[in-house]
Nanobody
Framework: QVQLVESGGGLAQAGGSLRLSCAAS???????????MGWFRQPPGKEREFVAA????????DVADSVKGRFTISRDVATKTLYLQMNSLEPEDTAVYYC?????????????????WGQGTHVTVSS
């Protein structure tokens, strides 16, 4: 019932910036209004890993150490859109980035705790 669609990925140079968006639709508002949304990424040949998460109602955040100070997660409640502003990009940030949601305000980092997923958007960072 919940649809999550990522966009904004692409190619960037090291040190550059990209802004990812995740548009939520369907029953997202009713099912996840009191829950959380987040971003995960999967580098080529590696497992999916946590990037950042935010509680939908209160806006509390959790950010992985690998991107802390460079990436900012935010959401627009009115438009039901999740964002990931990525600055100071590094080649190590190259991955498929996924938007996710869960019915809890507890910001757990394991992908196993997240129930709804987008299709992913590619981010490639070159030097």
């Amino acid at each position: 019932q919940v649809q999550l669609v990522e966009s904004g990925g692409g190619l960037a140079q090291a040190g550059g910036s990209l802004r990812l968006s995740c548009a939520a639709s369907g029953r997202t508002f009713s099912n996840y209004g009191m829950g959380s949304m987040g971003w995960f990424r999967q580098p080529p040949g590696k497992e999916r890993e946590f990037v950042a998460a935010i509680t939908w109602s209160g806006g509390s955040t959790d950010v992985a150490d690998s991107v802390k100070g460079r990436f900012t997660i935010s959401r627009d409640v009115a438009t039901k859109t999740l964002y990931l502003q990525m600055n100071s990009l590094e080649p190590e940030d190259t991955a498929v980035y996924y938007c996710a949601a869960r019915l809890s305000q507890l910001l757990l980092r394991s992908p196993l705790n997240w129930t709804s997923w987008g299709q992913g958007t590619h981010v490639t960072v070159s030097s």
